[in-house]
């Protein structure tokens, strides 16, 4: 019985960690000048609004607030359809800033993220396949 027992509450912890791995989402840290960007979101990388999670580090280490932030995809041409590039709005939440990206189809997609404060710009790259 006790054996039983925890076989069963095996089972019970092997269902729970496969359906957290599942929920894991999507994490990115992007890195230029000393600064860092960390990009973490609730589920994976999905056409349609995929909504971000940005905290922004400067070189010292410390989380860059208030500053004005930019997310821009941009999409090449492609096979009979032109490039397409969009301004996703971005929200300050205080020491995040939130962003609803709108990953519109499946496709090559460029992500540029600038932020900017006090006259200082930093941009950050990063490209997928959808
Ligand atoms: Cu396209």
Redo the contacts with the bound molecule.
Sequence with gaps: MKRQISLFIALILTVFITACNKKEGFKKELQNEGYKAVITSNKPLHIGINIWKIKIYSPDGKPLTGAKVYINGY????PG?P??SFDYPVEDKGNYYEAKVNLS?A??WQITIKAEKNGKTTTFKFGFNL
């Design positions: 999409m090449p041409p492609m359809m490039e397409m189809m496709g090559t």
